[in-house]
């Protein structure tokens, strides 16, 4: 591993229970976090951050997958899927940007999970303890709104000042109760209101 991680830390939600209404089957969010050093830390303002990114990522990346895969019965069975990253106060967005923005790292999940859609994300600057979000889609299909899904989780110690927490999220599962409908319905019916008003 080209980047130091401190500590791997896993949360793992079961949802029975949505609006006092037992969920069919119970859907399981998984969020992996590993605790790296920053590789540009104490460095200045670093105009060229592809060696630090095509060194590690894809190392990094590929354990993270495997870390996850451990909690399901196989890459099919996750259904919506996201990524994160926490940069410490000391260092930029664009160092947290940097390592999960790359096919070096987000390929070794899409290919896991033989997945279509992009990775949603969200990447923000933090001190210890700060809360993190997680935002997972369908893996298949953006429009799915039923697997617009956020797992949060929060690590007391990281990111230290000079820290990167990298995340993934996994659910087997959109949530329990979805009736909203798709995104595609609702082009459906705006297209019809337009071609009304137009006769």
């Given at each position: 591993m080209h980047f130091e991680v401190r500590k791997v830390v896993t949360t793992i939600e079961e949802i029975r229970v949505e609006g006092g209404k037992a969920a069919a089957t119970p859907i399981k969010m998984v969020g992996v976090a590993y605790i790296i050093k920053n590789p540009w830390a104490g460095q200045g303002f670093v105009?060229?951050?592809?060696?630090?990114?095509?060194a590690g990522c894809s190392e990094l990346g590929e354990e993270m997958v495997a870390t996850m895969l451990a909690h399901f019965p196989s890459g099919d069975a996750i259904e919506a899927?996201?990524?994160?990253?926490?940069?410490?106060?000391?260092?930029?967005?664009e160092h947290a940007s940097g390592i999960i923005h790359t096919l070096r790292f987000g390929n070794h999940y899409r290919d896991a999970v033989n997945a279509k859609s992009f990775l949603s994300f969200t990447n923000k600057r933090g001190p210890a303890g700060t809360s993190i979000q997680i935002p997972m889609m369908h893996k298949d299909n953006a429009g799915f709104r039923s697997?617009?899904?956020?797992?949060?989780?929060?690590?007391?110690?990281?990111?230290?000042?000079?820290e990167i927490i990298v995340v993934l999220g996994g659910s087997d599962?959109?949530?329990?109760?979805?009736r909203i409908?798709?995104?595609?319905?609702?082009?459906?019916?705006?297209?019809?209101?337009?071609?009304?008003a137009k006769t």
């Open positions: 105009e060229n951050l592809r060696p630090e990114i095509s899927y996201g990524k994160a990253a926490i940069i410490g106060l000391d260092g930029e967005i697997h617009y899904i956020t797992l949060e989780m929060h690590i007391e110690d990281a990111p230290a000042a000079n599962g959109g949530r329990a109760h979805p409908g798709n995104r595609y319905m609702d082009m459906e019916e705006i297209a019809a209101q337009k071609a009304a």
